[in-house]
């Protein structure tokens, strides 16, 4: 009777194992999951728009309009990569337009007035962005002034600098080299330009630095939970000054990349378009969450060529530029919506 019974006892268990419910994918597997599909999403929804709308504009899909749209993103990507960074560890930087524009017009008036060759010129920009994020991320982490406020202050401080150092004047010309660095191709049998190839570098970079090193998993760590990650011994203050320090530096070379791209800058360079609000927009578009923890560098590219292609189709449709930041804000906000929403739910 006793092996019978166990028999039937072991039948029973594998019957009550088949009926359990399934464990829900662990939490790593699940957000890369949900990372890839956004990426697809975006990918599929980028085509969509360039299809769409050149079946009624035949000029859209042109390879001027096309290169257009592609180097256009090239600068905001930059500016949302070092967004995405802060965005990680639970923060918000408003001061990457201004620091993209005083980099813009430091380096521009520079060249413009004594030749400042390309190589100095990318020194002075690393060291502005270095600078002005540094003192933001003092601010944030040293001093506990929130994110939000400390950067809307160095907003209108940047600015003002911006207007201090020009006195008004414009850039609008620069050497040769600075044009081939922002319109020139890598090679003529290999038509990719350069800001591509600058582009492609940096995203490599800090995509190997978020996934791969110890100071990308302390960014997630902060940004998930900032008393869990103090305790767990992660230099919190250290790794959000550093953080704030790259958005800076790849803030002054996205103003770089413009002022080479354009072959000029005036005092409203950035700011003028509200570039801080565009790279939040994509970095949330791309798959960041405004609550921290969760950060794609590819989603963010993705994002950034979506906005670009958005924002052309909106021009070749004729939609009256006072509706673009209207559209800007709405994407924000269904974007934060939707991860609320999924918060809410369950997902991840």
């Not at 060249?111 to 390309?118: D, E, F, M, T």
Request: some cysteine; hydrophobic content about 50%.
């Amino acid at each position: 009777m006793k092996p019978a019974s166990l028999q039937g006892g072991l039948q029973r268990r594998a019957a009550d194992d088949r009926a359990a419910p399934r464990p829900k994918p662990s939490r790593p597997l699940a957000s890369g999951r949900r990372r890839e599909r956004r990426e697809i999403t975006l990918v599929v929804a980028t085509l969509a728009t360039i299809l769409i709308v050149s079946l009624f504009r035949h000029n859209f899909m042109s390879v001027q309009n096309l290169r257009f749209m592609l180097l256009n993103s090239v600068v905001l990507s930059l500016l949302a990569l070092g967004q995405t960074l802060v965005i990680a560890t639970r923060g918000i930087d408003l001061s990457v337009a201004p620091i993209l524009g005083l980099t813009a017009v430091v380096t521009g008036l520079l060249a413009q007035s004594s030749g400042l060759p390309l190589a100095g010129a990318f020194a002075i920009a690393l060291l502005i962005g270095l600078v002005l994020g540094t003192i933001n991320g003092f601010l944030v982490a040293r001093l506990a002034i929130p994110p939000i406020i400390t950067t809307l202050g160095t907003y209108s401080l940047y600015s003002g600098l911006m207007f201090v150092y020009s006195n008004g004047t414009q850039v609008d010309s620069v050497p040769h080299a600075y044009s081939v660095l922002g319109n020139g191709l890598v090679a003529p049998y290999l038509p990719i330009p350069f800001p591509v190839v600058v582009l492609g570098v940096v995203l490599l970079l800090t995509w190997f630095m978020l996934g791969h090193t110890r100071f990308g998993r302390a960014l997630l760590a902060i940004g998930n939970n900032n008393a869990a990650a103090y305790n767990a011994g992660i230099g919190v203050t250290s790794t959000q000054v550093r953080a704030y320090a790259l958005s800076g530096v790849l803030a002054a070379l996205a103003g770089l990349m413009f002022l080479c791209y354009t072959g000029s800058a005036t005092v409203t360079t950035g700011t003028g378009d509200h570039m801080e609000l565009q790279s939040i927009a994509v970095a949330l578009i791309g798959g960041t969450a405004i609550a921290g923890g969760r950060a794609s560098m590819i989603g963010t590219v993705l994002g950034s060529l979506f906005l670009s292609v958005v924002l052309t189709a909106l021009v070749f449709v004729h939609v009256p530029p006072i509706w673009y930041s209207a559209g800007e804000g709405l994407m924000i906000l269904v974007t934060v919506a939707s991860g609320r929403r999924k918060q809410a739910m369950g997902g991840i």
